[in-house]
């Protein structure tokens, strides 16, 4: 059963049937939007059509998929999973099945991780904001406005633009309790030169060099290596760099929970001497 306040979220289903029906109830329920309504912006004439289609006794076509998904105002990515739902749903064949859902799964992580080039927001996902989003994410209940607000910034309007940035790029919602720690996940995009991103690392170069002092050693892992490399092996170099974080953040990301502790994990490549 979904929120009366929280509009479902299509990526996190894996039927379109279960989609529909949640999308219905919060339409008719949050919004006062009746089927009627939601059948005529379809484009069909009868509400027993859509009753038919929810009750799983009549298939959802690819062509009527493609007015609810207007109904629904899906775009774009969220568009193109709904129509593989659809696509699922109408298969009888187990390999192509196991296709769509492969398709799933890579929209699903392309979904939920946000690059800072898509983000594109000076000064919003920084060190204090990301600790403070892997914070809620540990959390079992949701958080006040007004203390998640005091966590992101000191001074008020810092926070207030943060938090509605953050909002604004789905990472957090709005719940009766307060807010909580959405599903996306984030990292910074490769080869950037944008302001925001330059300052983030050197913000997490500061931190890092902080931690050499101020961090027990037990507590922390450092290791540098300097070595010769030519133009081929530092391309092959940078494609194992970026594989292995990809792969810690696959695999870790969505892991916190409170008895664990958060981490700064970065790695750096660059030219120890100047090209001659």
């Known amino acids: 059963m979904i929120e009366l306040c929280k509009k479902p979220e299509i990526f996190e289903y894996e039927d379109i049937i279960h989609f529909m029906n949640d999308m219905q109830q919060y339409l008719s329920t949050a919004l006062g939007r009746s089927n009627f309504w939601m059948v005529k912006q379809a484009g069909f004439k009868s509400p027993g059509y859509l009753n038919t289609i929810l009750t799983k006794k009549r298939r959802l076509s690819l062509k009527a998929a493609e007015k609810f998904a207007v109904a629904f105002e899906l775009k774009g990515i969220e568009k193109e999973y709904f129509m593989l739902l659809c696509q699922i749903q109408l298969t009888t064949e187990k390999e192509k099945s196991e296709s769509l859902r492969q398709s799933l799964k890579h929209?699903?992580?392309?979904?939920?991780?946000?690059?800072?080039?898509?983000?594109?927001?000076?000064?919003?996902?920084?060190?204090?904001?990301?600790?403070v989003l892997e914070w809620m994410a540990a959390q079992n209940g949701a958080v006040p406005a007004a203390e998640l607000k005091s966590l992101l910034a000191e001074d008020h309007q810092d926070a207030?633009?943060?938090?509605?940035?953050?909002?604004?790029?789905?990472?957090?919602?709005?719940t009766a309790d307060g807010w909580v720690r959405s599903g996306k996940t984030f990292k910074t995009a490769p080869e950037l030169s944008r302001k925001q991103t330059q300052n983030f690392h050197l913000q997490m170069?500061?931190?890092?060099?902080?931690?050499?002092?101020?961090?027990?050693?037990?507590?922390?892992?450092?290791?540098?290596?300097?070595?010769?490399?030519?133009?081929?092996?530092?391309q092959e170099l940078k494609a194992l760099v970026r594989g292995f974080v990809e792969k810690v953040n696959d695999q870790m990301s969505n892991k916190l929970t409170k008895d664990r502790q958060i981490y700064q994990v970065g790695v750096q490549v660059f030219p120890f001497s100047i090209k001659r």
């Open 160 to 174: 207030e633009r943060i938090f509605s940035e953050i909002v604004g790029l789905g990472l957090i919602f709005e």
């Open 107 to 131: 929209l699903q992580l392309r979904y939920r991780t946000i690059s800072f080039s898509d983000a594109a927001i000076e000064g919003t996902l920084n060190p204090i904001s990301i600790f």
């Open 205 to 234: 170069l500061e931190r890092a060099k902080s931690s050499v002092e101020n961090v027990p050693v037990e507590e922390r892992f450092l290791q540098s290596l300097v070595i010769g490399l030519s133009e081929e092996e530092y």
